[in-house]
């Protein structure tokens, strides 16, 4: 019989919740899977979650991906927690790369961009809350092309 493998992040798969809708499951959900999460960087998640959620009303989150994922009318951003030692988020523009999307500018004085592909980077904060100002800065600007 071959071997489970081990899970990486310490918290049961949003697969299994019966809650579970198409988009993802529901945000008091997130609570739940972030207080059985068992990673090096919970606390600054959480604050970054709620950074992110503060930047406007029309922001939601969801487990997507078996993360906390944020979205207005589709996802954009989703907790990169394979990351151990540095508190990251992948900014998308859906799971698949679509042609038909307009070309991105988004300003980074801070340096926290790096691009994956033309519709897609890897975002990493850095420490909150110094971070704060341009994380909010950078949810602000990627929202609008959502």
Known sequence: ??????????????????????????????????????????????????????????????????????????FFATTHLRSRDRLQFIFHRGAKVRPDLKEMEISDPAGMLQWLARDRCLVTVGKLPAGKAALENIVRQWIAYV
Do not use: C, Y
């Not at 529901?26 to 899977?33: L, N, Y």
């Not at 930047?55 to 979205?71: C, D, L, M, Q, T």
């Open 1 to 74: 019989m071959k071997p489970k493998p081990e899970k990486k992040a310490g918290v049961r798969s949003a697969k299994s919740s019966p809650n579970k809708t198409k988009t993802g499951t529901p945000a008091q959900t997130v609570d739940e899977f972030m207080r059985q999460l068992v990673h090096p960087l919970a606390a600054e998640i959480h604050s970054a979650r709620r950074i992110i959620l503060g930047v406007s009303p029309a922001i939601g989150e969801a487990i997507k991906w078996n993360a906390p994922s944020f979205r207005t009318t589709e």
